[in-house]
Every structure is written in C-alpha cells, then in structure tokens.
C-alpha cells in the first residue's frame, strides 16, 4: 500500500514539476500516413522537420525512471515510414522482429492504472502500416473507423500538459 500511496504522490506531482516530465504530443504526416507520438524537444523538432503536423497534447510522461513505471520506447522502421511507440516487452519484440530500429527512450509511464491516469493505447493499421499511440476516445474511434485494431494497452499516464 505505501509504494501505492508513494507512486500516486510522485503521479500528482508530475504536472507541477514540470523539469522532469514531458508532454507526449501527436503529429501527423499525410504523405506518410503516419501517426508519431513525441514527448521530447527533439521529438517534436524531428517530426516537423519531417513534414508532420502538430495533432494535439496527449499526456505527461516523467524524465525518469520509478519503482511502478515503465519506459516508451521510440522505435523506426525506415522501409515502412512507421513511427512506432511502446512501453511493453510485446511491443518492443514486435518492432525488433519487424525490422523496427531503437531511437530513444520517450518518458516514463505507470504499469499500473492510478486514479486521474488514462490508458496509452496501440492501435495497427494493416493498410497503412501504421503504429498509432493515442490517449484519446475520439482518436481511438476515428482510428478504428480508418480500419485500425486494437493492440494493447502500454500503460498509463496523466492525460494532457505536464
């Protein structure tokens, strides 16, 4: 219990102390037909130098590591023009074994739901090949309605700006 009441203090804390957390924001490429979730300067310098498209604010990754989190870990795969973002030992394998390259870690997410947390969702694209990351229902359905499915849930973080 007190590693629970530890990590929901830390939780809270993250959006006031805003020099150890980052803000995970979407992007978006048409040519690419790309989803790109970045959570680092150089992140979002990267996609826009890229041609992508600022979406909206997803959520509020920590700078480090805590008992209870978990790292999201960017991942590119160069044949397919595919950003890919994982937080589970799944997700890393299924971009190792599909040619996928590490980039850089991300942030840190909760393994675990705590209250005011929201899921980190996975959706896949077949057609497009395309990773989608999203923290939002509105994205999720507009994903599902572009023929995406449902992967897996990486994790949980605080929704919006740090």
Known sequence: MIKKTALAAIFSLASIVSAHAATMSLYWSPARGDNF?????????DAQA?????????ACLLDFPLPGMRAVKLYWNPTRGDNFSTATSQGE?????????FVRIQGYILSNP??????LNTYWSPSRQDNFLTVSTQDANSAIAA????????????????
């Open 50 to 58: 890229a041609g992508y498209a600022h979406v909206r604010t997803q």
């Open 37 to 45: 979730s970045a959570a680092s300067v150089q992140g979002g310098a």
């Open 93 to 101: 394998n299924s971009a190792l074994a599909a040619g996928y390259q």
């Open 114 to 119: 705590l209250p005011g947390s929201v899921p």
């Open 147 to 162: 023929g995406y499915q449902f992967v897996r849930t990486e994790g949980y973080a605080k929704p919006g700006n740090c």
